[in-house]
């Protein structure tokens, strides 16, 4: 296991060095550029050459990508065009929210999408395998700016069970201490400000939630389709095996392993949905952030997201590789 870690983390330099390269070119062919995203609609060609010698930006590209990439190294992303703040100080503040929203929508499609989607297959043709793959579709087509507003006017506005935006309620007495609001309300023993927490984070989780979980019910009933016309499960059945023992461990544990994939995909999906739903709930986090940056063409800031990004599906599928050994031996013998 230990080898296999290893041989994955080498494998994250040259795809990382290589986005690198793709993601210098692409940002310095955009139209307009730093430049101009500095001095607003009333710049004029003399300020521009003037900003862009004291940035460096009328510097050959390969002395550009090189100081940059020294930069990387030194975890120094540049400074935001619009706030003038560090990228890097932008993101760990705003990071802590968007963690909380993905981590809440992902629990929301694996508690809920994986069982659905089992019983749906066990009982096929049931109402509640019509019903499972019929919501679904309705998950994947509904979109999530949409299904957000709904969500906020029935149980915000209209039912009030639910906050309809934000993080925290105004005035409520919470320490920061980490920047996440629900442990830093469970490290100080202020639970009343970690299930305030909790309770703005599960509308905007479950319209975050709406696309992966339904896609965790369709790979998951699938999946388990697929598993339960295999012969080693009708021979375990005939065997007289307990029914929680063939579903457990012949039929559960192999029709996990395209979930898992499916997840893990998923996973690094959520940040691009968080873009509208944090949006739509004023939620402050790295999603609204990059809204507004595309907006204000802050070079700077996109590319340390895209790397951000890019870094975490890589980190993401070392974890899918990983749960692949814990579930299924063969692989760890591969």
């Known amino acids: 296991m230990l080898r296999l870690v290893v041989r994955r983390l080498l494998q994250l330099i040259p795809t990382l060095f290589g986005l690198t390269v793709l993601l210098f070119i692409w940002i310095h062919r955009l139209p307009g550029g730093p430049a101009w ?49 560090p990228v890097w100080d932008e993101f760990t503040l705003r990071f802590p929210a968007t963690f909380e929203l993905g981590v809440t929508a992902l629990l929301f499609a694996v508690i809920i999408g994986i069982p659905l989607g089992y019983f749906a297959a066990r009982r096929r043709g049931s109402w509640l395998d019509v019903t499972a793959v019929s919501g679904s579709l309705l998950g994947i087509c509904v979109p999530v700016f949409f299904l957000a507003m709904i969500l906020r006017s029935i149980f915000a506005v209209n039912l009030g069970w639910l906050p309809s935006g934000g993080r925290l309620t105004t005035g409520i007495d919470a320490t920061d201490v980490t920047g996440f609001a629900v442990l830093d309300g469970v490290l100080t023993g202020e639970f009343d400000a970690s299930w305030d927490a909790i309770q703005h984070l599960i509308l905007p989780g479950l319209a975050l939630a709406s696309i992966p979980l339904a896609v965790v019910v369709r790979i998951t009933r699938a999946s388990v389709l697929e598993v339960l016309s295999e012969d080693y499960v009708r021979t375990a059945e005939s065997k007289g095996l307990r029914k929680s023992v063939v579903r457990g461990r012949h039929v559960l544990r192999n029709a996990l392993l395209p979930v898992v994939t499916t997840v893990g995909l998923l996973t690094g999906s959520l940040l691009s949905g968080a873009v509208l739903t944090e949006s739509a709930f004023s939620f402050g986090g790295i999603g609204s952030f990059i809204r507004q940056a595309i907006s204000d063409r802050d070079y700077p800031v996109l590319m340390g997201f895209i790397l951000f990004i890019a870094l975490l599906y890589m980190l993401i599928n070392l974890v899918v590789d990983l749960t692949y050994g814990l579930i299924d031996p063969r692989v760890r013998v591969n």
Not at 41 to 55: F, H, P, S, V
Not at 64 to 82: A, I
């Open 37 to 85: 995203a500095l001095l607003g609609e009333r710049g004029n060609e003399a300020a521009r050459r003037q900003i862009e010698e004291q940035l460096g930006l009328n510097e050959p590209l390969l002395v550009q990508y090189g100081r940059w990439l020294r930069r990387l190294f030194e975890l120094d992303l540049g400074n935001s065009v619009k706030t003038g703040q």
